[in-house]
């Protein structure tokens, strides 16, 4: 039996996945935030909190990096940990210090800190010659209105250090940069009390579909699992709107998106212990990389893996915490495709109508779960607003997402927002 370091994490689908699959795996976790209310507000999916499990809940300031080490480090010689982790990206680069400091497996806390800096990602990948887009990185407004105008509109406005999706906004002139810019100034902190910096990323708009390449890295190998299809929506933000794996393509496709996103595994040096997604666009002049994560997809494409091909990306992310060779053997699960589709919000308001019990028993249905109603309502701007979602499986071939895009028809059908 391992024991666990877990450092915060979200309170979505991966909060439970990752404390489930350290119990299956027979290890136990001790749990570690500055704010445990955090993970109180939302009542858990199921009918136990993910935290029960834990053998110690514990607060510290995680967010103070530097007090931060020799607290786990008091910690550690009274628990012995086997491994540090979490699900959270605004604390990826956090475990990887610990790990470091500790002595623990994990990558190289420099890889990982440049993979969760969307400015200091596109600066690696150029330097080692991995296609991306023409992009510009600035603080000041007379900087940014410069570069922008170099680059050429339509062109993509990004935050250098969020993530899903917030504040990443397409804009087609100088007007709407200074709204995307203005509304950046405004938002100093993120959801977990960090102060975010100031910088801006601005990336030309790349044509094509976008997809991602599920990756597991151990022993400075890197093995590709699956390539995944995104569908995005919600313009000028670009909200994720539904996932397929295995993605749609070609096998040309393919295998060109999965030596992109190797190449840049490579450029930032994610090639030991780690779980990783890495967004590519497959564009009329070649895949261009979009963004590189260190840790496993969210949007439950995890689970779409796991139904497909019957890998655990959530387990394989436990295993390379602890040095240890995660299982990526396939088994045939019946099904050929899997899709989800997400329900986003295109106003504000209350949810007065939302039914979906009627697909629960529909074939190929593998999930269903949606807000109820009386909810308060946001006109969606990132993936955080989403009502719910629907997921299927297709045992015959690539037909998932048709039919949870028909069975989101139907729940749209009965959506009533006031």
């Known amino acids: ?25 027979g290890h136990e976790f001790t749990f570690l935030t500055r704010d445990l209310h955090h993970y109180l507000r939302s009542a858990p999916e199921g009918t136990a909190h993910p935290l029960l499990g834990a053998r110690n809940v514990l607060t510290a300031d995680t967010n103070d ?11 550690h010689a009274v628990f012995g940990f086997d491994g540090a982790i979490t699900s959270c990206d605004y604390y990826l680069p956090t475990v990887a210090r610990i790990a470091g400091h500790l002595g623990l497996p994990g990558s190289r ?48 406005v990004k935050p250098v250090d969020l993530c899903a999706g917030m504040y990443v906004r397409r804009v087609d002139d100088e007007d709407q940069l200074a709204a995307a810019f203005a509304g950046l100034a405004d938002f100093p902190v993120n959801a977990r009390g960090q102060r975010r910096a100031p910088t801006v990323l601005l990336e030309e708009l790349l044509d094509g579909p976008e997809v991602s390449v599920e990756t597991v890295s151990h022993g400075g190998a890197v093995h590709v699992v699956g390539v995944t299809d995104k569908s995005v929506g919600g313009a000028p933000a670009f909200i994720e709107t539904g996932h397929m794996f ?65 890998i655990d990306l959530a387990a394989a992310c436990v295993d390379a915490s602890l040095g240890r060779a995660p299982d990526l053997r396939r088994t045939d ?4 495709s899997a899709a989800i589709g997400f329900l986003v919000p295109e106003r504000t308001g209350t949810l007065a109508s939302l039914d979906g019990d009627p697909l629960r028993d529909a074939p190929g249905v593998l999930e269903v779960q949606l ?29 998932a997402r048709e039919r949870v895009e028909a069975l989101l028809a139907e729940v749209r059908s009965g959506l009533v927002i006031r």
């Not at 990096?65 to 910690?75: G, S």
């Not at 749609?248 to 992109?260: K, M």
């Not at 699960?333 to 050929?336: P, V």
């Open 1 to 25: 039996m391992a024991h666990l370091l877990v450092v915060e994490s979200w309170v979505g689908s991966m909060s439970r996945l990752l404390p489930r699959a350290i119990r299956e795996g």
């Open 65 to 75: 990096t530097e007090a931060l080490l020799p607290e786990v480090e008091r910690l």
């Open 109 to 156: 806390p420099e890889a990982v800190e440049n993979a969760c800096r969307k400015d200091a990602t596109r600066r690696v990948l150029s330097d080692a010659g991995v296609p991306g887009p023409r992009f510009a990185v600035h603080e000041e407004w007379a900087d940014i209105a410069r570069a922008a105008r170099e680059i050429g509109y339509p062109l993509v």
């Open 246 to 310: 295995p993605a749609a393509l070609t096998a040309g496709d393919t295998e060109a998106a999965e030596q992109t996103a190797l190449s840049a595994l490579k450029a930032l040096g994610l090639v030991d212990g780690v779980v990783a997604h890495t967004e590519v666009k497959l564009t009329s002049a070649g895949p261009r990389v979009v963004e590189v994560n260190s840790r496993p997809a969210g949007n439950r494409i995890t689970e779409l893996v796991r139904h497909v091909t019957a």
């Open 333 to 336: 699960t019946g099904l050929r």
């Open 371 to 399: 807000a109820e109603p009386g909810r308060q309502v946001k006109a969606a701007g990132s993936n955080n607003e989403y009502l719910g979602h629907v997921m299927a499986g297709d045992p015959d071939g690539a037909g």
